[in-house]
């Protein structure tokens, strides 16, 4: 078949306006052939004829060897691209084990329920015998619970449930604990940052639990194609994984396109500065051309509200060419029920419908194949989601596909764009996770020695910090030591005190006012951001505002509303240094990681239109916050700003624009080599901190004790800095914008920003560490 790929990417260029050039650069990957082999002699033969009566002739070559190490006993992570069958490769040992052990039991873990539920359905489908796979979930029936605690041989969970529900009564699991033979965890790139730290303690807690039965679980892995994966994994797991990387699945050719919007002229955003097309609204005009063209289409937006705007702006752009067509167009989020998600998913395999704007919620989980193009709209976070829904496209191998990367307004956006390499030739991050955090260790140590007392050998899996935190544990009288090990000393059990996904702490409760519906939670280190009084609120596609925030009660009021701006708050915030870890001296620059506690107080809100276009700014008075982190920090003497590039170097008065300018756009670029997003993150700069006393630009965790982000910045100092320097120049820009230097939710006002100074100290910084990219 001809480049179907490149036919759809002209179609599109030919609707753009005349006189602009949003595309910067395209690239034809080639296409994958399939690599088979023979099915393993142990696979019970009720399964393999299954499969095969289900079109599966042979497995790929993966599949069977990551198969073959999980039945030979190895913990294994298999680490291949999107559509490429990992599920079978656990399904294998899994179901042959089940079928000929009726002893014999496994776990199953997803971050979704969503994708458990998928699974689940999957295993039915085979229907092996003596396989009795069940849900295990915050949904299951109180009723069904008895039933799969006594009779379930494969359950299917989540790390929420495992930590809630099953680890704390494992007195009432003990048959399936017994019989523990594997343990899945699906998407296993999924879990970083603070939620990744407490699901690696987390799975040392069930091992541990396993171990006190006489089981000993093989663990296998599924994950996106990640650098590294056998070193990620075990740090996940706490034992040595094997890694079967070398993917033997087809694939489709795919024409991937990098596109920017442009800069529009009527528009102004903060400061005068200049504003672009949003990605939404390119999105909707590209969805519309490929649903005229019959193409089936995925556009992938961040947000919820996004999703139904870029459809609605679809529609509207296909109901001047022909009004049928726009009701093949439609919004997917999360929040469905299962049928829904089914009745969508046959619509856009068959055709129904052709065009369907998306959150992250169809990346993973269904069953969605051989799309003709795939619009991704704003870099979602890591290159492995990226991958994984451009992986949408032209999945069965057998036809080109048009992937679109649509530019936000936004610095790592701006570099991605102009730097291509970044895409289609970078490995993917490794994922970042620390689980010697001792605001994730202290709670998860507690969690576990109500299970069972804590013995040396446990501190030992645990982590070289687990010792200082259980002595403090028993200080504080939670834990009490005895001959034999640390026992918990109260009644009460700790688990649902503690929030794997959260950073702990007592949950603010949003609440509906006129009708006290309960609609969510919020973690209380983040509600003065998220839920401060005239905030924009999203519940499942509804929109909410805030009418008041008590956070002595833990309870945010909201009313429902329809707005036609967002709100994003504004900070001030002061940096102390606590204790300096690592340093690096570079003459004149020196890079820090270390300890440092922010002092931050929300003073108001900007209201912006969704064109980027801000209405006013609302001022807040509440109460100011502390956070003990960790942070990456480089100092610049005054006499090397003085003979930065540029003539005569910078002035005093440039400086501390010229820092600001350069923080931003650091906290914008970290993500690329961090698994974070940057509202993970914050920063500060000065002209001269007192701690350090010099000009001094830091970047720290949003998480008390850090998520491992900033250590990630520290050690790629040199490429992170050298990527924000060229997401900078790469703007066109005169004197700063959202794509560059200005950040969303600066507490200043984004004032003073000096977008030629910035460049300037980063040239300084990169010069005297050895890389300077001019």
Known sequence: MANQGR??????????????????HTADLPQRVARTAHWPEWAVPELVSSLVERGVDHPWRHQVEAARLAWEGSHVVVATGTASGKSLAYQLPVLSTLAGDRRATALYLSPTKALGADQL???DSLAVPGVRAASYDGDTPMAERDWVRAHA????????????????????????????????????????????????????????????YGADPVFVLASATVADPAASAS?????????????????????????????????????????????????????????????????????????????????????????????????????????????????LSSGELLGVATTN???????????????????????????QQAGRAGRTGDSSALVVFVARDDPLDTYLVHNPAAVLEKPVEATVLDPTNPYVLEPQLACAAAELPLTEDDLAEFGPSARAVVDGLVTHRVLRRRPNGWYWTSRERPHGDVDIRGSGGEQVVVVEADSGRMLGTVDPGAACWTVHQGAVYLHQGESYVVDRLDLEAGIAFVQAA??????????????????????????????????????????????????????????????????????????????????????AG??????????????????????????????DIG???????????????????????????????????????????????????????????????????????????????????????GENPR
């Open 121 to 123: 359905r999957s295993v």
């Open 683 to 769: 920063g500060v700069s000065t002209a001269v901190h007192e701690d350090t006393g010099e000009a001094t630009v830091f970047v720290h965790d949003g998480h008390p004790g850090g998520a491992g982000f900033a250590d990630r910045g520290y050690a790629a100092v040199v490429p992170w800095l050298a990527a924000t320097r060229e997401a900078i120049a790469s703007c066109t820009c005169p004197a700063g914008c959202p794509s560059c230097v200005q950040s969303p939710k600066c507490g200043n006002g984004n004032d003073p920003l000096d977008k030629a100074g910035g460049l300037a100290v980063l040239d300084v910084v990169l010069g005297a560490v």
């Open 235 to 347: 740090r996940l797991v706490g034992v040595p994984c094997a890694a079967v990387v070398d993917d033997g699945s087809p694939r489709s050719g795919r024409t991937v396109a990098l596109w920017e919007p442009p800069l529009l002229e009527d528009l102004q955003g903060e400061n005068g500065a200049p504003v672009r097309r949003s990605a939404g609204a390119e999105t909707a005009r590209i969805l519309a051309d490929l649903v005229v063209e019959g193409a089936r289409s995925l556009a992938f937006v961040r947000s919820r509200v996004g999703a139904e705007l870029t459809a609605l702006g679809a529609r509207r752009v296909l109901a001047e060419v022909d009004p049928e067509l726009g009701e093949r167009v439609a919004a997917y989020r999360g929040g469905y029920l299962p049928e829904e998600r089914r009745a969508l998913e046959r619509s």
């Open 361 to 387: 919620a169809l990346e993973l989980g269904v069953d969605i194949a051989g799309l003709d193009a795939v619009v991704v709209a704003g870099f979602p976070g890591t290159l492995a989601s990226f991958w």
């Open 153 to 212: 041989n494969w359950v299917f969970s989540n790390p929420d449930m495992l930590h809630r529900g099953v680890l704390p009564q494992h007195a009432r699991w003990i048959r399936f604990f017994r019989g523990l033979r594997y343990v899945v965890v699906d998407e296993c790139h999924s879990y970083r940052g603070v939620f990744g730290s407490h699901v690696a303690l987390l799975l040392r807690r069930l091992r541990r639990v396993a171990r006190r």
């Open 650 to 679: 910078l002035a005093p008065t440039r400086v501390p624009g010229a820092l600001h300018a350069a923080e931003h756009a650091a906290i914008g670029l970290l993500p690329l080599f961090a698994t974070c997003d940057r509202w």
């Open 7 to 24: 036919r759809l990417l002209d179609r599109v260029l030919a609707g753009v306006p005349s006189g602009e050039s949003p595309l910067t």
């Open 562 to 647: 329809r707005p036609e701006w967002s709100t994003t708050a504004r900070d001030t915030k002061d940096i102390t240094v606590v204790h300096t870890l690592e340093q690096r001296v570079f003459g004149g620059v020196t890079v820090c990681l270390g300890e440092v506690e922010v002092t931050s107080q929300v003073v108001g809100y900007l209201r912006k239109l969704p064109s980027g276009q801000v209405i006013d700014s609302v001022p807040l008075d509440l109460p100011a916050q502390t956070l003990h982190t960790r942070a990456v920090w480089y100092t610049v003497t005054a006499e090397l700003l003085g003979s930065a590039p540029g003539g």
